[in-house]
């Protein structure tokens, strides 16, 4: 089977294709930028095909997928950092919009009849009530920043060329997930990163953080993966997900998890440039509905996903 990932030098993309690789059988393509690190696939890359293709860019979408003609996509490529989309909205917009767009049409002109993934966020619900939590996909979509808004477009329109074109599109929306190669901007990326610097004594035993009191539910980005790759295999085209753990965990606990695991001392003091306008204080998932499709559970404990994460950090960093 030919598999196509958009964006797959980025942190889910690169965790995919391993998993394709793995699993034998296919031959998968992924769409890379010129100017793109190509750290997260370094080791694979012999293994895959890759296209240079800004999604932006509507005639190189559609050379892409009439080249390939794959059987499924994974549509990953995206502005996916929210506190960036703060700072320049209309870059988050059209790249998440319009690149999905592009992939539509370039799909429809194509004339082919692909599986496609769309790579929702927990972030379209954005602002929900404490009554309303486990959130299912029937809450309301209150997104709270220019990237939760994305989401919500790449969602419906998902839904709209599903039912105008009858393509087959299904979409998820992940909470959070971690695990190594997850870029340092993200939060427990950013910690492990911190302490991993102290542990080598490249920096005071002082860490720099934004708002520790947000809730969030937080998956292994392996797990997460595998769940993309079952949604098109047993979930239904025209239909949503929610990705969750279930579980909700402040963002203070994750960072003594991660201080614990290094087993260091060290001072916490709170950086304002990293608070955010409106931040979304309670986010836990129930992914009950996805679990009935598709038998999908997660695997991998969170205290090894932050272990391999501070691994990762040793590893890069001399
Ligand atoms: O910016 P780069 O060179 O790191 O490439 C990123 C790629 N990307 C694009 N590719 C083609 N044309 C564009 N205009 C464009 N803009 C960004 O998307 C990178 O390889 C990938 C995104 O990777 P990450 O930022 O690591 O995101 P992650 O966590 O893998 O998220 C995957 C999907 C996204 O749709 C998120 O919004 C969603 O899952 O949560």
Known sequence: MKILITGISGFVGSHLAEYFLNTGAHEVFGTIKWRSDRQNILHFQDKITLVECDIKDAFAMQKLVQGVKPQQIFHLAAQSYVPFSW???????????????????????????????????????????????????????????????????????????????????????????????????????????????????????VLRVGNLDAVRDFLDVRDVARAYALALEKGEPGDFYNIASGKGMKIREILDKIVGLAGIKIQIEQDPSRLRPSDVELLIGSAEKFRKKTGWEPEIPFERTLKDLLDYWRSRIA
């Open 87 to 205: 700072s320049t909205p209309q870059e988050t917009i059209s790249t998440n919009i319009i690149g999905e767009v592009n992939l539509f049409e370039a799909v429809r002109s194509a004339r082919i009849s692909p599986l496609i993934h769309i790579a929702g966020s927990s972030e379209e619900y954005g602002m929900v009530k404490p009554d309303e939590l486990p959130i299912t996909e029937q809450n309301p979509l209150r997104p709270l920043s220019p990237y939760g808004v994305s989401k919500v477009a790449q969602d419906l329109l998902g839904y709209q060329y599903f039912k105008s074109y009858g393509m087959k599109i299904i979409r998820t929306r992940a909470f959070n997930h971690t695990g190594p190669r997850r870029g340092e901007v993200f939060v427990t990326s950013n910690f492990a990163k911190q302490v991993v610097e102290v542990e080598k004594k490249k920096r005071e035993p």
